[in-house]
């Protein structure tokens, strides 16, 4: 149990459907994050959060919505999304003073068809 | 933008034996880290490296910074079966970006 929590562990999604990832942290952190993770490729930043503000879009395509309601929770919405997009989405997070030291979940594994 | 190139690849070794792998960048960077990842499940922190010549060790992992702050270095002593998984050195850049290496594949033959 690391204290990130995501839901769900897979996924598997037609290009036209419409999912939710979602992150929950237990360990009073104050920074999200959403990584993608593909194979044979080094992790990429996707967002950041800093107390629920997004601070950071890595040059996402919009077909990717994250929502943050609040410092424990982040959410990734998928929306048309496309078979290169198939991936591992981890979730982390940190204090913001401490922000090399990311806590990340199990990640969600997404196929898309 | 900044890229981490780790090395080896992959590995395969016996159990009991001593492992090396480093990461080299092109630019510097304030603070090294050093993440495991198991099947199934996110990285887990194991080292961070906050000053140029650091050496620190977690139980029988020793991770280096290297002087020139473009470098890194983990070795883990009289490996065990649990020792198998991924490992990712990462570079903090500033601004809660970190730029990580393309892993090290770790096999164990008992």
């Known amino acids: 149990e690391t204290g990130v929590t995501q839901t769900p562990r897979h996924l598997v999604m037609g290009m036209t459907n419409k999912k939710s990832l979602k992150c929950e942290q237990h360990l009073g952190h104050n920074a999200m994050y959403w990584y993608k993770q593909s194979a044979k490729k080094p992790l990429e930043l996707m967002f950041v959060y800093n107390f629920k503000e997004q601070t950071e879009n890595n040059s996402v395509p919009s077909r990717f919505s994250p929502e943050c309601p609040n410092s424990s929770h982040l959410f990734l919405h998928l929306h048309t999304l496309q078979p290169e997009d198939s991936a591992l989405y981890l979730c982390a997070s940190s204090q913001v003073r401490t922000n090399e030291k990311l806590f990340f979940g199990s990640g969600t594994q997404l196929s898309v068809l | 933008g900044q890229q981490l190139n780790q090395s080896p690849q992959s590995m395969f070794i016996q159990e009991g034996e001593d492992v090396s792998m480093n990461c080299t960048s092109s630019?510097?960077?304030?603070?090294w880290l050093w993440y495991k990842q198991e099947p199934g499940e996110g990285p887990v922190l194991l080292i961070a490296l906050y000053k140029a010549g650091e050496l620190t060790s977690n139980g029988r992992l020793t991770a280096q910074f290297g002087i020139t702050r473009k470098d890194s270095f983990l070795n883990i002593s009289a490996s065990i079966p649990s020792d198998v998984g991924i490992y990712f050195c990462?570079?903090?850049?500033?601004?809660?970006?970190?730029?990580f290496g393309q892993g090290t594949r770790l096999t164990i033959n008992p």
């Open positions: 630019s510097i960077f304030n603070t």
């Open positions: 990462a570079g903090d850049q500033g601004a809660q970006k970190l730029v």
